[in-house]
């Protein structure tokens, strides 16, 4: 019954009724749904409370909205990025950050053998990197976003480099097979 794209529309329609955050656009074909909302977070708890309400939906992954300028030069979105972090790691953090075409525009020490980095970073590089980023630097580092612009489009970011861990069955797994 939760399957059917016109329930889910219309799931999806109540709902941006009672959070004005959301911006819900149909696709040509009525059977896809494009979902705006002020970051992942906000459209995790929205995929994770219909999926708990019995809904069964196949997502895309996300992306930044993006706009041209009166020239046409495609716009992105830019955010200033604040890492808190051990010294030992903060090589692997400006790494990992410059490959998402982030920009450092500050490094310092903040005392206790930690630094802040400071980045002005594209936000659709920043999609999914908070649990790289703690597990790049074992739970240290503590990341704070906010918005500070548009600026002209970066260029490509690089996908995943290595694979992704499916179970087909359940069973016993030792450690060091993982």
């Not at 692997?92 to 410059?98: E, P, R």
């Not at 630094?115 to 659709?124: H, S, Y």
Request: glycine share 10%; proline share 3%; hydrophobic share 35%.
């Amino acid at each position: 019954d939760k399957v059917t794209s016109r329930v889910i529309r219309d799931r999806l329609f109540k709902e941006a009724e009672g959070n004005v955050a959301l911006k819900i656009e149909e696709s040509e074909g009525k059977d896809s749904f494009f979902v705006s909302g002020r970051g992942e977070l906000q459209l995790a708890v929205l995929i994770e409370t219909m999926r708990r309400e019995g809904f069964e939906l196949a997502v895309s992954r996300p992306r930044v909205v993006m706009h041209k300028d009166e020239n046409g030069t495609l716009m992105e979105p830019i955010e200033e990025v604040v890492i808190d972090v051990d010294e030992e790691h903060s090589g692997v953090v400006v790494q990992k950050m410059s490959e998402r075409k982030a920009e450092m525009t500050e490094l310092r020490p903040s005392g206790g053998n930690r630094v802040r980095l400071v980045f002005f970073a594209p936000t659709r590089g920043l999609i999914g990197y908070q649990s790289e980023l703690l597990t790049d630097t074992r739970g240290t580092a503590i990341m704070n976003r906010l918005f500070h612009d548009y600026q002209p489009f970066k260029g490509e970011i690089g996908g995943r480099s290595n694979g992704v861990l499916l179970s087909n069955q359940s069973g016993e797994a030792v450690a060091y097979a993982m």
